[in-house]
């Protein structure tokens, strides 16, 4: 079957890759463009593992066919930190130790990130709410939400 | 044909369908849009329910409806799934469904003979099933503007907080006359029956009354009878027909308040 | 945090530095079991029993064989017999269970396996392999395996640890049996007996990453498997006996791996990927969708429990009897021995009679989670307790504290305690805050208690000091929650190095020593305790080295905060980088290793307390705080101490709430996915409080205790006693779903 | 001499017996001792994950000295997760 070929920017760059029109945009991340930090959980959507924005919107890519990427803007937990200097909520996650086993860090990150792209000061139960696409089965959350808070105070400049 | 895909890619993934081709419907600009004008809302069939809760007129105008979209999965689903998607995947538990049916939205269904008008009560006809023909699909929903002293609300249980399907779901509205009793009322229950029910007697009892505890029993026992659930692995015919009462009560009260609030009685 | 021994001024140990993954982890490079790409690499996909038992009558592979791309395809008959071969009958289990031979005994055991260029093909060539079954009667309980005349799993299945031995074989695998002291006297003396039963569903692990592996075969018989495990070494020796060949012939490589709780113990893929890769000449990757997860790994065991205890007026247990039946899944091994053990060994009760089944039945083979066995026997121990507190009108901490286990406690299961932390956690509970918070309309309080023996098990370490004076640890435990930051913690403390100034790392089975599974709350302690000897090793080295270059005895020289000092002050000190830049004068590098059969295993107990807010119309609970206190021992790295203590309690509300396997009549797992298998999500819960209680361990170095498992032995019960307080209904059968609970709630009202 | 404590589970085979005094210096040779007294014990003894000598638990207690006046148990297997 021949194969489609997608331009978008994942990350920053202008990136092609050719994919079956099938295949989930996960999948093509991770086998095509080489990004293997989005996982995938359940293939389902219903683990946030796989989670991506697009055009500024978190989603889910194991539900995105990646031929609808065309043209896109994607990113990934690959491109949070800004030329070496680690995102706010990711140096937070590290000091607040967010995480155990880190499988489904790189989904939280970004739900994270989308969540105070939008709300730069949200309550526990929005963070919670915001986060609930997210399955972590180490942490009980307890860090992750703490994590969240600390990032929102420092994006705040608090 | 797809919208955000949230159903689509587990139903392919599981099986369930196979597909020769899968048409994308979001590259249309009409399916991805929210207008509104004196008489009613438009929206897109594919707009993102992301959008749909995140338009702040619209949301207060149709609280109930707002919230019922917001329900439908995480915030990652909400940036793809559709009040398009909800519907016509025909699952009797969608959570927007409901709310829909109480606020009278009408399905604009484009085809080859050009468009026709549904309400979206008549598109779905069992589990998976839809009135629209093969070669058509919902260009985008009619949405009446929200009358005065008028309120919808939408509530559903489910175990967790988030991410579960809908074992209940109860959508109300409510339009009060100048003395306060109930005008108009709808209610329409969800995951109880193989389509979204409406509950005549409940909206009945309500019609010409005020609010008490006995209209409110008469909901609930109106809600519990209409009940034609099965029991699955989400929950039991017994449950479901006890809790469809108590979320009917509970969404006609919020809808009751809601249309208490753009009267300015309170 | 309760401190019950002051930390002796240690530098490191307790501190909450970053963990030397972190990095990778919050930037994506980390390599988990699915992430490795290798040039060539296939992709496999396993085929799996549609039925719950039945025979296979032939597997027929030609047509995807045939298939484009498809590279190898393989059955149970490409693996040795071990049957035929003599084996021992556990690993002839583990066998077939990675591969069906004669028979399939659950819904998504694995029959046939495939190698194709791409998933897509892959897949279609999965679905192409055309297997025939004779399908059988199946059983899924306990209480149909036990039935009389019961379609048997096993047909030579004769039950251990009964006298006489039966005649007849039966799908029980085998009996436990503990008893002390007069039953009926026990019961005589009680002013109050209680005696109920409790079911409880199989639940699983629920790590959010699936099964995966890689293997690489050379035509030498060698090959190289990256696979996401909790010990490699295990997978080595696991897959050498199902390939049939010697375990030097595999190098295992740990990927990080994505959680595990004790489900990634076991073998699945890694010899099936093995052989996939000797037959196509090529690497292969076998990765599970999360519907295999669920229908063929894990979970841990269903259950019936019933239990009668007694108090007297002034709350004294004077007798317990506790009756228990534990699925096993598809093969014996549940872990009703563990049960049976840890029931009621928060107590000391003078009569008991403790009595277990482990049972087979046509659901996947039950696998470790998190102290296995003990959660349910707890869920309904301490439920009983809490009736009988009420009962005869006595606080819940205080009714336990009244029968709490201390040092020289005979413990139910034998010997007695050594020095542990029971009370301790106890009085931390009522001591904090949370205890006396006032409750809410429709809300309630529940307590409960449990017990986990931690383990010691084989280890190994090696320490390196680098040529600047840094150093690298290297263990070959699997670090599943923050291992590798209390290896470098205690590494830190023992050199007199920084934290930052170590690097720990997991090594492959070919570069370093043994190490048994990361399980039984064991890394801290038992590779933790490999990794002081083989510090303490460096040092004595280091202060040779130090005493040559002084040209004075070694008993002259002390090791102070990183440096060599003369006990007289008489030379100035040498830090570890002056010793290690001319270590080639003094001997060349600085290196050590240190194996052990750990000793010391100190004892666990964590308690904890729930407040519930119950929907009476709908039946829905919401836990509204929490506080958990567990004894570690010592706790080396507090964050991933209290990591550990919260995400055992939450994956314990999910448990309790949410979490059950579904099965459907013929024996399909009806809810194979995250949307109908309910873990918890955020904002289904509260912050989990934490009270870390430090008894320490008196025969480890730093006291550590271990604390992965504990945490999830009583969170059913507290849940179940606090929706008890606030609705006057005791839940009786887990999970107390909304459903189960307006049930009940509907019976106690007609 | 040691004093050997069976668990209801091992008993068929002490004939009821739930503690026995046995002289020996390590774990193998008080199996041996034990075996001699009870036929087949052995096998069963060796099934056991683990021995707890004065509380402590070894998982290969195999040579494990055992004082003149040790308690010793054999435990029921059980695994970790």
């Not at chain 1, 709300?119 to 997210?134: F, M, Q, S, V």
């Not at chain 2, 707009?47 to 915030?75: K, R, Y």
């Not at chain 2, 799934?81 to 009278?104: E, F, K, Y």
């Not at chain 3, 959680?259 to 990765?287: C, D, H, M, N, W």
């Given at each position: 079957?021949?194969?489609?070929?997608?331009?978008?920017?994942?990350?920053?760059?202008?990136?092609?890759?050719?994919?079956?029109?099938?295949?989930?945009?996960?999948?093509?991340?991770?086998?095509?463009?080489?990004?293997?930090?989005?996982?995938?959980?359940?293939?389902?959507?219903?683990?946030?593992?796989?989670?991506?924005?697009?055009?500024?919107?978190?989603?889910?890519?194991?539900?995105?066919?990646?031929?609808?990427?065309?043209?896109?803007?994607?990113?990934?937990?690959?491109?949070?930190?800004?030329?070496?200097?680690?995102?706010?909520?990711?140096?937070?996650?590290?000091?607040?130790?967010?995480?155990?086993?880190?499988?489904?860090?790189?989904?939280?990150?970004?739900?994270?990130?989308?969540?105070?792209?939008?709300?730069?000061?949200?309550?526990?139960?929005?963070?919670?709410?915001?986060?609930?696409?997210?399955?972590?089965?180490?942490?009980?959350?307890?860090?992750?939400?703490?994590?969240?808070?600390?990032?929102?105070?420092?994006?705040?400049?608090? | 044909?797809?919208?955000?895909?949230?159903?689509?890619?587990?139903?392919?993934?599981?099986?369930?369908?196979?597909?020769?081709?899968?048409?994308?419907?979001?590259?249309?600009?009409?399916?991805?849009?929210?207008?509104?004008?004196?008489?009613?809302?438009?929206?897109?069939?594919?707009?993102?329910?992301?959008?749909?809760?995140?338009?702040?007129?619209?949301?207060?105008?149709?609280?109930?409806?707002?919230?019922?979209?917001?329900?439908?999965?995480?915030?990652?689903?909400?940036?793809?799934?559709?009040?398009?998607?909800?519907?016509?995947?025909?699952?009797?538990?969608?959570?927007?469904?409901?709310?829909?049916?109480?606020?009278?939205?009408?399905?604009?269904?484009?085809?080859?003979?050009?468009?026709?008008?549904?309400?979206?009560?008549?598109?779905?006809?069992?589990?998976?099933?839809?009135?629209?023909?093969?070669?058509?699909?919902?260009?985008?929903?009619?949405?009446?503007?929200?009358?005065?002293?008028?309120?919808?609300?939408?509530?559903?249980?489910?175990?967790?907080?988030?991410?579960?399907?809908?074992?209940?779901?109860?959508?109300?509205?409510?339009?009060?006359?100048?003395?306060?009793?109930?005008?108009?009322?709808?209610?329409?229950?969800?995951?109880?029956?193989?389509?979204?029910?409406?509950?005549?007697?409940?909206?009945?009892?309500?019609?010409?009354?005020?609010?008490?505890?006995?209209?409110?029993?008469?909901?609930?026992?109106?809600?519990?009878?209409?009940?034609?659930?099965?029991?699955?692995?989400?929950?039991?015919?017994?449950?479901?027909?006890?809790?469809?009462?108590?979320?009917?009560?509970?969404?006609?009260?919020?809808?009751?308040?809601?249309?208490?609030?753009?009267?300015?009685?309170? | 945090?309760?401190?019950?021994?002051?930390?002796?001024?240690?530098?490191?140990?307790?501190?909450?530095?970053?963990?030397?993954?972190?990095?990778?982890?919050?930037?994506?490079?980390?390599?988990?079991?699915?992430?490795?790409?290798?040039?060539?690499?296939?992709?496999?996909?396993?085929?799996?029993?549609?039925?719950?038992?039945?025979?296979i009558?032939?597997i027929?592979?030609?047509?995807?064989?045939?298939?484009?791309?498809?590279?190898?395809?393989i059955t149970g008959s490409d693996f040795p017999d071990?049957?035929?071969?003599?084996?021992?009958?556990?690993?002839?289990?583990?066998a077939n269970?990675a591969i069906a031979r004669e028979k399939v005994?659950?819904?998504?055991h694995v029959v046939a396996a495939?190698?194709?260029?791409?998933?897509?093909?892959?897949?279609?060539?999965?679905?192409?392999?055309?297997?025939?079954?004779?399908?059988?009667?199946?059983?899924?309980?306990?209480?149909?395996?036990?039935?009389?005349?019961?379609?048997?799993?096993?047909?030579?299945?004769?039950?251990?640890?009964?006298?006489?031995?039966?005649?007849?074989?039966?799908?029980?695998?085998?009996?436990?049996?503990?008893?002390?002291?007069?039953?009926?006297?026990?019961?005589?003396?009680?002013?109050?007996?209680?005696?109920?039963?409790?079911?409880?569903?199989?639940?699983?692990?629920?790590?959010?990453?699936?099964?995966?592996?890689?293997?690489?075969?050379?035509?030498?018989?060698?090959?190289?498997?990256?696979?996401?495990?909790?010990?490699?070494?295990?997978?080595?020796?696991?897959?050498?006996?199902v390939?049939?060949?010697?375990?030097?012939?595999?190098?295992?490589?740990?990927?990080?791996?994505?959680?595990?709780?004790?489900?990634?113990?076991?073998?699945?893929?890694?010899?099936l990927?093995?052989r996939?890769?000797?037959?196509?000449?090529?690497?292969?990757?076998?990765?599970?969708?999360?519907?295999?997860?669920?229908?063929?790994?894990?979970?841990?065991?269903?259950?019936?429990?019933?239990?009668?205890?007694?108090?007297?007026?002034?709350?004294?247990?004077?007798?317990?009897?506790?009756?228990?039946?534990?699925?096993?899944?598809?093969?014996?091994?549940?872990?009703?021995?563990?049960?049976?053990?840890?029931?009621?060994?928060?107590?000391?009760?003078?009569?008991?009679?403790?009595?277990?089944?482990?049972?087979?039945?046509?659901?996947?083979?039950?696998?470790?989670?998190?102290?296995?066995?003990?959660?349910?026997?707890?869920?309904?121990?301490?439920?009983?307790?809490?009736?009988?507190?009420?009962?005869?009108?006595?606080?819940?901490?205080?009714?336990?504290?009244?029968?709490?286990?201390?040092?020289?406690?005979?413990?139910?299961?034998?010997?007695?305690?050594?020095?542990?932390?029971?009370?301790?956690?106890?009085?931390?509970?009522?001591?904090?805050?949370?205890?006396?918070?006032?409750?809410?309309?429709?809300?309630?309080?529940?307590?409960?208690?449990?017990?986990?023996?931690?383990?010691?098990?084989?280890?190994?370490?090696?320490?390196?000091?680098?040529?600047?004076?840094?150093?690298?640890?290297?263990?070959?435990?699997?670090?599943?929650?923050?291992?590798?930051?209390?290896?470098?913690?205690?590494?830190?403390?023992?050199?007199?190095?920084?934290?930052?100034?170590?690097?720990?790392?997991?090594?492959?089975?070919?570069?370093?020593?043994?190490?048994?599974?990361?399980?039984?709350?064991?890394?801290?302690?038992?590779?933790?305790?490999?990794?002081?000897?083989?510090?303490?090793?460096?040092?004595?080295?280091?202060?040779?080295?130090?005493?040559?270059?002084?040209?004075?005895?070694?008993?002259?020289?002390?090791?102070?905060?990183?440096?060599?000092?003369?006990?007289?002050?008489?030379?100035?000190?040498?830090?570890?980088?002056?010793?290690?830049?001319?270590?080639?004068?003094?001997?060349?590098?600085?290196?050590?290793?240190?194996?052990?059969?750990?000793?010391?295993?100190?004892?666990?107990?964590?308690?904890?307390?729930?407040?519930?807010?119950?929907?009476?119309?709908?039946?829905?609970?919401?836990?509204?705080?929490?506080?958990?206190?567990?004894?570690?021992?010592?706790?080396?790295?507090?964050?991933?101490?209290?990591?550990?203590?919260?995400?055992?309690?939450?994956?314990?509300?999910?448990?309790?709430?949410?979490?059950?396997?579904?099965?459907?009549?013929?024996?399909?797992?009806?809810?194979?996915?995250?949307?109908?298998?309910?873990?918890?999500?955020?904002?289904?819960?509260?912050?989990?409080?934490?009270?870390?209680?430090?008894?320490?361990?008196?025969?480890?170095?730093?006291?550590?205790?271990?604390?992965?498992?504990?945490?999830?032995?009583?969170?059913?019960?507290?849940?179940?006693?606090?929706?008890?307080?606030?609705?006057?209904?005791?839940?009786?059968?887990?999970?107390?779903?909304?459903?189960?609970?307006?049930?009940?709630?509907?019976?106690?009202?007609? | 001499?040691?004093?050997?404590?069976?668990?209801?589970?091992?008993?068929?085979?002490?004939?009821?017996?739930?503690?026995?005094?046995?002289?020996?210096?390590?774990?193998?040779?008080?199996?041996?001792?034990?075996?001699?007294?009870?036929?087949?014990?052995?096998?069963?003894?060796?099934?056991?994950?683990?021995?707890?000598?004065?509380?402590?638990?070894?998982?290969?207690?195999?040579?494990?000295?055992?004082?003149?006046?040790?308690?010793?148990?054999?435990?029921?297997?059980?695994?970790?997760?």
């Amino acid at each position: 079957m021949a194969r489609t070929h997608i331009t978008a920017v994942v990350n920053g760059d202008e990136t092609e890759f050719l994919t079956e029109d099938g295949t989930s945009l996960l999948n093509a991340l991770r086998d095509e463009v080489g990004l293997t930090g989005a996982k995938e959980g359940c293939g389902t959507g219903d683990c946030g593992t796989c989670s991506v924005m697009i055009d500024g919107k978190v989603t889910t890519s194991c539900l995105v066919f990646a031929p609808e990427a065309q043209g896109a803007t994607i990113l990934t937990v690959e491109g949070l930190a800004d030329s070496g200097q680690l995102h706010p909520l990711q140096q937070c996650f590290l000091e607040g130790a967010a995480l155990q086993c880190g499988i489904c860090t790189p989904g939280f990150l970004i739900a994270a990130k989308a969540l105070l792209d939008k709300n730069p000061d949200p309550t526990e139960t929005e963070i919670r709410y915001a986060l609930a696409g997210n399955l972590c089965r180490c942490t009980g959350y307890d860090k992750i939400v703490r994590a969240v808070q600390e990032a929102a105070r420092e994006m705040r400049g608090q | 044909m797809f919208a955000g895909a949230t159903d689509v890619v587990p139903q392919l993934r599981a099986g369930r369908s196979a597909p020769e081709v899968l048409v994308d419907l979001k590259k249309i600009e009409e399916l991805v849009s929210i207008a509104k004008d004196d008489d009613k809302w438009r929206v897109g069939a594919a707009t993102p329910t992301a959008n749909l809760t995140g338009d702040e007129a619209f949301s207060e105008e149709f609280p109930g409806l707002s919230e019922a979209a917001g329900l439908i999965g995480s915030d990652q689903i909400q940036n793809r799934s559709s009040l398009g998607g909800n519907l016509c995947n025909g699952s009797p538990a969608a959570d927007s469904v409901p709310a829909m049916v109480v606020n009278g939205v009408r399905a604009v269904i484009a085809g080859p003979n050009g468009t026709r008008v549904l309400d979206v009560a008549e598109v779905v006809t069992g589990p998976g099933q839809t009135s629209l023909d093969m070669d058509e699909f919902i260009v985008e929903f009619e949405i009446d503007r929200m009358p005065e002293r008028s309120g919808d609300a939408y509530l559903r249980m489910i175990p967790r907080t988030e991410m579960d399907i809908a074992v209940v779901g109860a959508g109300a509205r409510v339009t009060l006359a100048e003395d306060g009793s109930i005008e108009e009322a709808i209610v329409a229950l969800g995951a109880v029956a193989p389509t979204v029910v409406r509950v005549p007697q409940a909206e009945s009892a309500l019609i010409g009354n005020t609010v008490d505890d006995d209209t409110l029993s008469a909901v609930a026992e109106a809600a519990s009878g209409v009940c034609n659930p099965i029991d699955d692995k989400r929950g039991t015919v017994a449950y479901r027909k006890q809790v469809a009462g108590v979320l009917a009560k509970r969404a006609v009260l919020i809808a009751i308040e809601r249309a208490e609030q753009r009267n300015g009685t309170k | 945090m309760a401190i019950i021994e002051e930390n002796p001024g240690y530098k490191w140990v307790g501190t909450r530095p970053i963990r030397p993954d972190g990095l990778e982890k919050v930037t994506g490079k980390a390599q988990f079991g699915a992430d490795l790409m290798l040039p060539g690499m296939l992709f496999g996909k396993v085929v799996r029993s549609p039925h719950a038992h039945a025979r296979i009558v032939s597997i027929d592979t030609a047509a995807a064989e045939a298939m484009v791309g498809v590279k190898a395809v393989i059955t149970g008959s490409d693996f040795p017999d071990l049957a035929a071969n003599g084996a021992h009958a556990s690993d002839i289990d583990v066998a077939n269970n990675a591969i069906a031979r004669e028979k399939v005994l659950y819904e998504g055991h694995v029959v046939a396996a495939v190698a194709a260029t791409t998933r897509e093909q892959a897949e279609a060539a999965a679905k192409a392999v055309e297997v025939t079954y004779e399908i059988l009667p199946h059983v899924l309980t306990v209480d149909e395996a036990m039935a009389e005349g019961a379609p048997l799993l096993h047909e030579g299945m004769i039950t251990k640890g009964v006298d006489p031995a039966p005649e007849e074989p039966s799908n029980i695998a085998s009996k436990i049996l503990h008893e002390r002291g007069d039953l009926d006297q026990g019961f005589g003396e009680a002013d109050v007996v209680v005696e109920r039963e409790f079911t409880t569903k199989p639940v699983h692990q629920g790590y959010i990453e699936p099964h995966a592996a890689v293997a690489d075969a050379n035509t030498d018989g060698r090959a190289h498997i990256w696979c996401s495990s909790q010990g490699h070494f295990q997978m080595r020796a696991y897959s050498a006996t199902v390939l049939g060949v010697s375990p030097g012939t595999l190098k295992v490589t740990a990927a990080e791996i994505g959680g595990g709780f004790g489900g990634k113990t076991v073998i699945y893929l890694e010899p099936l990927a093995v052989r996939l890769s000797q037959r196509a000449g090529r690497p292969v990757k076998l990765v599970m969708d999360r519907d295999e997860v669920f229908r063929a790994t894990g979970p841990t065991s269903g259950t019936r429990i019933r239990v009668k205890m007694g108090v007297s007026k002034d709350g004294k247990i004077t007798a317990a009897e506790v009756w228990m039946a534990y699925e096993a899944g598809a093969y014996s091994g549940s872990p009703v021995g563990a049960a049976g053990m840890t029931a009621i060994a928060c107590y000391d009760i003078p009569n008991f009679v403790v009595e277990g089944y482990d049972v087979v039945c046509n659901k996947p083979r039950v696998a470790a989670y998190r102290a296995p066995g003990a959660p349910m026997a707890a869920f309904a121990v301490e439920s009983v307790l809490d009736e009988l507190a009420r009962d005869i009108g006595m606080d819940p901490i205080d009714i336990r504290l009244a029968n709490a286990a201390v040092e020289g406690t005979q413990a139910s299961y034998g010997p007695k305690f050594p020095r542990i932390g029971f009370v301790e956690t106890l009085e931390a509970i009522k001591d904090h805050p949370n205890y006396t918070a006032e409750l809410g309309p429709n809300q309630g309080r529940g307590v409960a208690a449990g017990f986990w023996f931690n383990a010691g098990m084989m280890s190994s370490a090696t320490v390196h000091i680098n040529e600047n004076g840094t150093a690298t640890v290297v263990t070959g435990s699997p670090d599943i929650g923050g291992s590798r930051q209390s290896m470098a913690l205690m590494a830190a403390e023992e050199l007199g190095i920084s934290y930052e100034s170590i690097k720990a790392v997991v090594a492959d089975t070919e570069t370093v020593g043994f190490n048994d599974v990361t399980g039984g709350s064991r890394v801290t302690l038992a590779t933790g305790a490999a990794v002081v000897d083989a510090c303490r090793l460096i040092v004595e080295d280091l202060r040779a080295r130090a005493a040559k270059t002084w040209d004075v005895e070694v008993d002259q020289v002390e090791w102070v905060d990183g440096q060599a000092q003369h006990v007289d002050g008489s030379q100035p000190p040498l830090s570890l980088g002056d010793l290690a830049a001319k270590s080639g004068r003094t001997g060349g590098p600085i290196s050590a290793n240190a194996s052990l059969n750990s000793r010391g295993v100190g004892a666990g107990f964590s308690t904890q307390l729930c407040d519930v807010e119950v929907d009476p119309e709908t039946g829905v609970t919401r836990v509204v705080r929490y506080l958990t206190a567990q004894d570690a021992g010592r706790a080396i790295s507090p964050d991933y101490v209290e990591g550990q203590m919260q995400g055992g309690v939450v994956q314990g509300i999910g448990w309790a709430l949410n979490e059950e396997y579904i099965h459907d009549q013929d024996g399909v797992m009806e809810n194979p996915s995250f949307l109908d298998y309910r873990i918890p999500v955020a904002s289904d819960l509260p912050m989990i409080d934490c009270a870390i209680v430090e008894v320490p361990n008196p025969a480890h170095p730093y006291g550590v205790r271990g604390v992965g498992e504990v945490g999830i032995v009583p969170p059913m019960a507290a849940v179940g006693n606090a929706i008890n307080d606030a609705i006057d209904v005791r839940m009786t059968d887990l999970p107390m779903s909304p459903v189960r609970i307006l049930e009940a709630l509907t019976e106690q009202r007609d | 001499m040691a004093q050997v404590h069976f668990s209801a589970g091992l008993r068929d085979l002490t004939g009821g017996l739930a503690q026995v005094e046995v002289e020996a210096t390590t774990v193998r040779r008080l199996v041996a001792a034990l075996e001699e007294q009870f036929p087949g014990i052995g096998e069963r003894l060796s099934e056991a994950s683990s021995v707890a000598i004065n509380g402590e638990i070894f998982t290969d207690a195999e040579y494990e000295p055992v004082d003149s006046d040790a308690e010793v148990h054999f435990l029921d297997i059980f695994q970790g997760g």
